[in-house]
């Protein structure tokens, strides 16, 4: 994991990782938490689900993803949508583009 200083939020590291998520700190205190996340082709492994305890609200600023809930909803997303995730709801990120990037920006707080 790596910070982000003073960058553009579309600027893409290089190199990066074709295999994992990058996850970039922008604001971290007991009460908040911002990150920047490039997607290129990742998904959640098959039968895993992803849990926070703390609410999440993202938007996804470049790139088209789709996320699906326990509940069976399914949530697709293109840049400028965002969605919030309440705490402990278990989700999975069914897929995320290569080309474009994905660009994230995830908000976490209690």
């Known amino acids: 994991m790596s910070t982000l200083h ?3 939020i579309f600027k893409i590291p290089n190199p990066l990782s074709i295999e994992f998520e990058l996850f970039q ?3 971290s205190n007991d009460n ?3 990150e920047r996340i ?3 082709g990742q998904s959640t492994p098959a039968g895993q689900w992803l849990e926070d305890d703390r609410n ?3 938007v996804l600023l470049q790139g088209e993803s789709e996320i699906s809930f326990e509940d069976g ?3 697709l997303l293109s840049a400028g949508d965002h969605i919030f995730i309440e705490k402990n ?3 999975c990120v069914v897929r995320t583009s290569e080309n474009p990037l994905c660009i994230w920006l995830a908000v976490y707080y209690e």
Request: avoid cysteine; aromatic fraction near 4%; charged fraction near 25%.
């Open 6 to 8: 003073n960058e553009s």
């Open 25 to 27: 700190p922008i604001i």
């Open 32 to 34: 908040i938490s911002i």
């Open 38 to 40: 490039i997607s290129s």
């Open 56 to 58: 999440e609200w993202v």
């Open 73 to 75: 909803t399914n949530k």
């Open 89 to 91: 709801k278990k989700h």
